[in-house]
């Protein structure tokens, strides 16, 4: 499937956005991500499906102070 993601096109086998951040490597409960211009709540991440040619833009969060 061809995607943007975060400005960078990509090719990846994934079906749903808990596949691409597995595959980025990423806790899906430390990122924010956005779907075609859309924010996609936390509890739907992992089972929503794409299709080709969606853009995902995708933020980690990282503690401090």
Known sequence: MQL??????QEMDVDTI???LVGLGLDKTACAVELNRTLIPARERT???LNDGDILEIVTLVGGG
């Not at 943007?4 to 096109?9: D, L, R, V």
């Open 4 to 9: 943007t993601i975060n400005g960078e096109s």
């Open 47 to 49: 089972d929503h499906r």
């Open 18 to 20: 808990g596949q691409v």
